[in-house]
């Protein structure tokens, strides 16, 4: 079964630090994406990263993939409060599949 | 160009009852997928599904739950003889199908209680 691990869980940061969430997939895809969620609404989409050494950067977030390693990682850059929310990563089977599997999700909570 | 739909957004249903929950794609999307989503949890994939045709059923539970997309109109996740286990938030996507990036966009969700 694929697997796909987030760390941190929860995390906490004070504005203006930076800090790395990491996703973890357990075996081969050729498509990932970093989705972010506010309490009680649904899934934005932020970032799909497509091939190895992939980076792609939207304001204060900045997402890379490494599908050798399996890693996909989103650095936060001089954190604000309004970048609170959870962070999902997800991931298709292999190549050429549609359904997508998440991630525990990462909830970032930014202190003024 | 509106988004992803999803109604109704909130549904309360006793134990026993039906469940109906309705996804209208984006235009232009023929690729629907259906996605549920249990408290502090992340979205598990359920069903997988193109104009009249179930692609994928794989995350779907083997009793009560049934999905379709008819030629005409939305997509319908139906919950039969719902139990409290039931009581999440179901989420539908659209993506175009195209080679490339198959982008899935979320709507609003339905968070479905059962009493």
């Known amino acids: 079964e694929l697997k796909v691990e987030q760390n941190p869980l929860f995390l906490s940061m004070q504005e203006g630090k930076n800090y790395t969430i990491y996703c973890n997939y357990s075996t081969t895809s050729d498509r990932l994406y970093w989705y972010r969620q506010d309490p009680g609404k649904s899934l934005e989409s932020l970032f799909v990263?497509?091939?190895?050494?992939a980076v792609k950067q939207e304001g204060r977030l900045m997402a890379s993939l490494d599908t050798k390693a399996r890693l996909s990682t989103l650095h936060i850059t001089a954190a604000v409060h309004d970048l609170s929310a959870t962070y999902f990563c997800a991931v298709v089977r292999g190549s050429g599949a549609n359904n997508l599997f998440f991630g525990t999700g990462t909830r970032l909570t930014v202190i003024p | 160009n509106a988004g992803v739909m999803q109604n109704p957004r909130h549904l309360v249903r006793r134990r026993g009852q039906e469940a109906r929950l309705r996804c209208s794609p984006m235009?232009?999307?023929?690729?629907v997928y259906w996605y549920r989503q249990l408290p502090e949890e992340g979205l598990k994939f359920m069903v997988y599904l193109q104009k009249e045709n179930i692609i994928d059923e794989s995350g779907m539970p083997k009793e009560r739950f049934s999905a379709e997309f008819p030629k005409e109109g939305p997509s319908i996740l139906r919950i039969q003889q719902v139990v409290r286990g039931d009581s999440a938030a179901y989420f539908c996507a659209s993506s175009p199908g195209l080679a490339g990036t198959n982008e899935q966009f979320f709507g609003p969700g339905t968070r479905l209680t059962v009493l």
């Open positions: 235009k232009g999307h023929s690729h």
């Open positions: 990263l497509l091939s190895n050494g």
